[in-house]
């Protein structure tokens, strides 16, 4: 009677590699062409914006009255303003600022909004009847009446410019993590979570989140230009950044006014807002499709 033979094992080397989540997402991502120019145009302009203004002999302060509003040359590239102060180095400070409120009132209303909506489509019931009519109850109280009794109360303060516009986009973000936790929480993988004991907290942050990564990404990256939208709004009305400091908000409102005598002063502001709302919106679209879970591995 023969010995039937041993079955030999692959080699290790052959044997296929796993992969993260994250390492399949960059993969992804690389291959999303309009994703990764995004993300290159944000990276230069952060970094202009970061170390700009110190390779430029030129303050952002600095007047030249004599010089007016020039247009661009080879002194002054962008050409200056009607106080004859670089627009460059303006430009470049202001992109500081501007991405500075961008990110941290964002950040703000990302903290707030992902926690609130969780919580709410999670529990469900009378919990979250009571979370989303108190939602409802702040969409209904004018933003601009709102800022105003801040400013009142403790100052005209650029930290409280983020904590003011942070309070009040986490809205927005907080419905739709709630519809998003509403309809992942009834698949199976969470009903095995559940079955296994896992408690409520674990459940939440562990394996619902992770799942809605995408559409939380896809609103950060809009919300960012609209907190600046909203930053070049209260500036308008006095409320937001104060001079002689600036921000891409008030360079296009100034630059609207003067337009027809001295385009360059809206022109270039506006070109860069544009790329930076271009970018964001390329590489949210990228990263939505890139941490999308469910989604093939290539």
Same mark, same amino acid.
């Given at each position: 009677?023969?010995?039937?033979?041993? %079955?030999?094992l692959p080699a290790p080397e052959a044997l296929e590699q796993g992969s993260s989540? =994250?390492?399949? %997402?960059?993969?992804?991502?690389?291959? #999303?062409?309009? /994703?990764?120019?995004?993300?290159?145009?944000?990276?230069?302009?952060?970094?202009?914006?970061?170390?700009?203004?110190?390779?430029? $002999?030129?303050?952002? *302060?600095?007047?030249?009255?004599?010089?007016?509003?020039?247009?661009?040359?080879?002194?002054?590239?962008?050409?200056?303003?009607?106080?004859?102060?670089?627009?460059?180095?303006?430009?470049?400070?202001?992109?500081?600022?501007?991405?500075?409120?961008?990110?941290?009132?964002?950040?703000?209303?990302?903290?707030?909004?992902?926690?609130?909506? %969780?919580?709410?489509?999670?529990?469900? =019931?009378?919990?979250?009847?009571?979370? +989303?009519?108190?939602?409802?109850?702040?969409?209904?109280? $004018?933003?601009?009446?709102?800022?105003?009794?801040?400013?009142?109360?403790?100052?005209?303060?650029?930290?409280?410019?983020?904590?003011?516009?942070? %309070?009040?986009?986490?809205?927005? +973000?907080?419905?739709?993590?709630?519809?998003?936790?509403?309809?992942?929480?009834?698949?199976?993988?969470? *009903?095995?979570?559940?079955?296994?004991?896992?408690?409520?907290?674990?459940?939440?942050?562990?394996?619902?989140?992770?799942?809605?990564?995408?559409?939380?990404?896809?609103?950060?990256?809009?919300?960012?230009?609209?907190?600046?939208?909203? *930053?070049?709004? !209260?500036?308008?009305?006095?409320?937001?950044?104060?001079?002689?400091?600036?921000?891409?908000?008030?360079?296009?409102?100034?630059?609207?006014?003067?337009?027809?005598?001295?385009?360059? !002063?809206?022109?270039?502001?506006? /070109?860069?807002?544009?790329?930076?709302?271009?970018?964001? #919106?390329?590489?949210?679209?990228?990263?939505?499709?890139?941490?999308?879970?469910?989604?093939?591995?290539?």
């Amino acid at each position: 009677m023969s010995v039937p033979a041993t %079955a030999t094992l692959p080699a290790p080397e052959a044997l296929e590699q796993g992969s993260s989540l =994250g390492h399949d %997402a960059w993969l992804r991502l690389r291959k #999303n062409q309009l /994703a990764v120019f995004g993300l290159v145009c944000l990276a230069v302009v952060a970094v202009l914006c970061l170390v700009g203004p110190w390779l430029l $002999p030129y303050g952002y *302060e600095e007047q030249k009255l004599e010089l007016g509003a020039s247009p661009p040359g080879a002194m002054h590239w962008l050409g200056t303003d009607t106080l004859g102060r670089d627009l460059l180095v303006r430009l470049l400070y202001g992109g500081r600022i501007s991405l500075g409120v961008g990110l941290a009132a964002t950040f703000v209303a990302l903290t707030i909004g992902v926690v609130y909506g %969780a919580v709410a489509g999670f529990f469900g =019931g009378k919990l979250d009847a009571v979370l +989303m009519r108190i939602v409802d109850i702040m969409y209904s109280l $004018p933003f601009p009446i709102f800022v105003i009794l801040l400013m009142v109360f403790f100052g005209k303060n650029i930290i409280l410019l983020f904590v003011a516009i942070g %309070a009040v986009e986490w809205l927005t +973000m907080a419905r739709i993590v709630r519809s998003q936790v509403m309809a992942v929480k009834r698949m199976e993988f969470i *009903e095995a979570a559940r079955a296994l004991g896992f408690g409520k907290r674990r459940i939440i942050f562990r394996h619902i989140l992770p799942n809605i990564l995408g559409p939380i990404i896809v609103y950060t990256t809009l919300t960012i230009p609209a907190v600046m939208l909203l *930053e070049a709004f !209260l500036s308008f009305l006095g409320l937001g950044v104060q001079p002689p400091m600036s921000s891409w908000g008030v360079l296009i409102k100034d630059g609207a006014e003067k337009m027809e005598e001295f385009s360059w !002063l809206l022109v270039f502001p506006a /070109a860069l807002f544009s790329l930076t709302l271009f970018s964001l #919106n390329f590489l949210g679209d990228g990263l939505r499709d890139a941490l999308d879970v469910r989604s093939s591995k290539d």
